[in-house]
């Protein structure tokens, strides 16, 4: 194995990539030795440091070059990586913002999580984790609060029946929809039309 102590890193690459490498190989939190596993591409020079037909200083020098050449692919495949990974959360925060502006225009029926993974091409629970990270709420829970909003304005601005505002909003039965109204406000439909509970 080869063993590169840390201010040697820094010196030959500078702190910045010394970062992207220990980010990008897990470790940079860890103290003392760390064993990595690595592309088998990247060993190469190392493998060509142990051998050659050098003596003496040429083959400390020999080696040193090849250790050099490990580095510098390190660096070219963790900023590769760091490129990737970045870009893969760019779509993913597109996508998320697409399901946002998506959920913020339905009527009626929810559709399932599944579908949404589907239809936005992302797992279910990531779909849904990434959701969670930009708008501070998973996708249910966004949806039934904007659901609740827009019940909360019919049951102020008209005198439509609560039995098809809750079909409206997509949900199965009236109760569900009062259960939840209440939740969210601590009075029912019926008490907001009847009392002038407006605030």
Not at 80 to 107: I, M, P
Not at 133 to 144: D, L, M, P, V
């Amino acid at each position: 194995g080869a063993n590169v102590p840390y201010d040697g890193l820094i010196e030959l690459l500078g702190q910045e990539d010394v970062n992207e490498i220990l980010t990008v190989l897990g470790v940079k939190d860890r103290k003392g030795s760390v064993i990595c596993d690595f592309p088998l591409k990247l060993m190469a020079p190392l493998e060509q440091a142990m051998s050659g037909p050098f003596k003496g200083v040429a083959q400390r020098l020999h080696c040193m070059a090849r250790v050099l050449d490990f580095l510098a692919s390190l660096v070219h495949h963790c900023r590769s990586q760091t490129r990737q990974d970045n870009s893969q959360a760019l779509r993913h925060k597109e996508r998320v913002r697409a399901l946002h502006d998506y959920l913020s225009s339905l009527d009626g029926k929810l559709p399932s999580l599944g579908s949404l993974s589907k239809e936005f091409g992302m797992s279910a629970r990531r779909l849904n984790e990434a959701f969670a990270a930009e708008y501070g709420q998973s996708i249910f829970a966004y949806i039934t609060d904007q659901r609740l909003e827009a019940a909360h304005e019919v049951m102020v601005a008209s005198s439509e029946p609560m039995k098809l505002v809750a079909e409206r909003l997509g949900y199965a039965h009236v109760n569900h929809f009062i259960a939840a109204f209440k939740r969210k406000y601590g009075y029912t439909p019926g008490q907001l039309r009847r009392g002038g509970l407006l605030s």
